[in-house]
């Protein structure tokens, strides 16, 4: 009897953005929710050592934790609803976060969603941070990015943000309910903050842009 050849298939955890036709959400609005439905899915009981979902969130998050950003709209999104996964919402913008899988054996239901679509919102780069707190995002202004890219960057930026931080300072962010905010610096914003930002991300060069890019920046604003 033949064995079948093990998939070559990368793995990767994808997300789906719901962009209906009429008002659509920004960028920024789309980034900071893509990043926290990874968190929340990573977060899940399911996801966690004798889990359901454990071996195929420690399969992909021991590997190159790559993402991949699509869009559903209408009853494509209400059926993007049907694999596993957990969706996240933030005034009212959604973004679904599915089981890491090999991108070969996609449910259906997710392989159909688009991956590239049209823009979205026009960035107009700031100068100055916004008054905020919670964990922030900020997008390079070097290279153009789609609004789908610039989603899987932030949700990197994010994971690494949570993953990486002290156990204290994350339970008091999700005692004041995630809050994340992404900004789109100019490019002397930028520099000074990439000074300081303890998450720095570098793109691993699949699409768009060459590898080594460094994409996202993050970093925790208290008080909570």
């Known amino acids: 009897m033949e064995v079948a050849e093990p998939s070559e298939s990368p793995r990767a955890l994808q997300l789906a953005a719901r962009v209906e036709k009429m008002d659509p959400p920004t960028t920024a609005q789309i980034c900071a929710v893509a990043a926290l439905a990874t968190i929340e899915l990573l977060d899940d009981e399911r996801s966690q ?99 789908g890219k610039q989603a899987a960057q932030c949700a990197h930026a994010g994971q690494w943000a949570w993953m990486r931080s002290d156990g204290e300072v994350v339970s008091r962010w999700n005692a004041a309910g995630r809050p994340i905010t992404v900004v789109h610096p100019n490019r002397q914003l930028w520099d000074a903050l990439v000074e300081s930002a303890p998450v720095q991300i570098h793109d691993g060069g699949f699409t768009e842009i060459p590898a080594g890019t460094k994409t996202a920046l993050a970093w925790w604003l208290e008080p909570f």
Not at 63 to 87: F, L, M, N
Not at 110 to 125: H, M, N, T
Not at 138 to 144: D, F, G, L, R, S
């Open 49 to 147: 050592p004798g889990g359901e979902w454990y071996e195929a969130v420690a399969a992909w998050n021991g590997d190159r934790i790559r993402k991949i950003v699509r869009r559903g709209r209408a009853s494509a999104w209400r059926r993007a609803q049907e694999p596993d996964g957990v969706t996240a919402e933030r005034g009212g913008v959604e973004v679904r976060a599915f089981v890491p899988c090999r991108l070969d054996e996609a449910p259906e239901q997710l392989a159909k969603l688009q991956i590239q679509s049209s823009s979205l919102d026009e960035i107009d780069p700031i100068d100055v941070l916004p008054d905020v707190f919670g964990l922030v995002i900020a997008v390079t202004p070097m290279v153009e990015m789609s609004w």
